[in-house]
């Protein structure tokens, strides 16, 4: 059943706001011009959801309400309407209608531009009075609904590139610097993320946001009204702020941080919304879950202080991440609402695996996790007589290594992940007897002196802490 809220002077509060019935309106508040005017069966109600996403090609206003007019024998005067969501105050029409253009855009700078929400505004309606000179303000609704749903940004699937005076608004770098979500429909995961480098000698970063169809075949920006640039006074400076999906507002700037090595930048394409963390990430953190009890932190090693983590072990149902050893705080799991790999910290779930041993990789940067079963580690090398042949090693749970029996000849082997080079361990440094640091980044060959039957287990956690331990038998 529609509702009807009845116009009254601003200052009564008493005007029922969930009424059937019209009344009159009560006599005018005069502001400016002391006028007599007399007002009858004036009133407001709410209309159904208003969808942006079915605006008719040209159409440029919308009905947000519907609005009986008060009369009046006041001739020469002529209405005035206007409607209130907050601190905000547009023009109607005395049909209810307002531009499409400002709904929408006071749904995108408030509220973002999900399609897929509805958001409940809550209204007033103000009746003014001119003659061109004076003007009378008369009476005001009480609050009501207005539920909207605001028009789709263009997402670009391909990206986004990172302009600014980090490359001198050159886009020398658009090739590296590039924003991507987590996959699937861009207005389900509407999240871009990237980790930008700290650029010696800027003290105050100023950048935008190009998408990947705004560019020419030759890198060239063809487009740069489709920018995304910052919703906000050009001179402000902030690590989060809105988003504007045209070139026309400001740069987005954030200051330097003393120490931080990169600036983990995340948008929020359908929040209309940016956040810039300044981060050093740690050398390690950790995966916790049932295959231990949920007892026992397995560290993840990240070589480059890029926010990048791998490691190996066996996972057998629920697990999560922590950046502690010895506690939960901050720990890291599934994103109930986002992609599988899609990691956040607040209201996440426990992260799943069938048992198995994995190749674990989290990107702090960006958010996400990735699990690779480990079907086999072998031995590949002269030891078996040439470099085609492997021997499989089967993996003990209990002890944590990967175990064989085998005779093997004098000579030269690796081990390597699911008979595939793409993984494969050797001697770090170098070194061929470097069996107790084990490296799978361009390891040497290990030596192998003395044919014979050996047995070997072989330990992969992490980068730093691989090793064989081989026992002739």
């Known amino acids: 059943m529609t509702k009807k809220i009845l116009f009254g002077i601003a200052l009564v509060a008493s005007v029922a706001a969930c009424t059937d019935d019209y009344k009159d309106w009560d006599s005018p508040a005069v502001i400016e011009q002391p006028t007599v005017a007399t007002f009858a069966d004036g009133a407001v109600a709410s209309v159904s959801t208003v969808n942006l996403n079915a605006i008719e090609e040209g159409q440029d206003s919308v009905q ?19 409607i209130n969501f907050g601190n905000a105050s547009y023009e109607l029409d005395n049909q209810g209608r307002m531009a499409v253009a400002d709904l929408q855009q006071y749904l995108a700078d408030n509220y973002g531009r999900n399609p897929n929400v509805t958001q409940t505004l809550m209204a007033t309606i103000e009746m003014w009075m001119t003659n061109g000179s004076s003007n009378v303000k008369l009476a005001s609704s009480a609050p009501f609904e207005v539920k909207a749903i605001a028009e789709a940004p263009f997402i ?87 988003l504007s999906h045209s070139n026309a507002g400001g740069n987005i700037k954030f200051a330097a941080e003393e120490g931080a090595l990169f600036y983990s930048i995340s948008l929020n394409l359908l929040e209309g919304t940016y956040t810039v963390k300044p981060v050093s990430f740690s050398d390690y953190i950790y995966e916790i879950g049932n295959s231990h009890g949920w007892s026992q932190s397995m560290p993840l090693y990240g070589a480059n202080s890029d ?167």
């Open 307 to 473: 926010g990048k983590y791998q490691g190996y072990y066996y996972l057998d149902g629920g697990f999560k991440f922590k950046p502690n050893e010895n506690n939960w705080d901050g720990d890291w799991g599934q994103d109930p609402n986002g992609v599988f790999g899609t990691l956040v910290q607040d209201g996440e779930q426990d992260c799943s695996a069938e048992a198995g041993f994995y190749q674990i990789d989290v990107d702090l940067a960006a958010m996400t996790y990735n699990i690779t079963l480990v079907n086999s580690i072998s031995i590949i090398g002269t030891v078996n007589g040439n470099w085609d042949t492997d021997t499989d090693l089967t993996y003990n749970n209990a002890s944590g290594a990967w175990e064989v029996v085998t005779d093997l000849s004098a000579g030269a082997m690796k081990f390597r992940m699911n008979h595939d080079w793409s993984v494969s361990w050797g001697g770090a440094n170098g070194d061929p007897t470097a069996y107790n640091n084990l490296t799978q980044n361009n390891g040497k060959d290990l030596d192998l002196s003395e044919a014979g039957t050996y047995k070997i287990e072989l330990y992969i956690t992490y980068e730093g802490n691989n090793k064989v331990i081989i026992t002739k038998q």
């Open 64 to 82: 947000v309400c519907s609005l009986t007019e008060p009369t009046t024998n006041v001739a020469d005067f002529t209405p005035i309407y206007l």
């Open 156 to 242: 670009d699937p391909d990206g986004y590139y990172i302009v600014g005076n980090v490359d001198g608004w050159t886009c020398t770098k658009v090739d590296e610097w590039h924003l991507v979500n987590n996959g699937g429909d861009v207005y389900e995961n509407p999240v871009f993320n990237y980790l930008l480098p700290a650029v010696e000698g800027i003290e105050t970063y100023e950048i935008k946001f190009i998408p990947a169809s705004a560019f020419n075949g030759d890198g060239s920006i063809a487009n740069w009204d489709i920018a995304l640039s910052a919703l906000k006074d050009v001179d402000e400076v902030a690590y989060s702020g809105r």
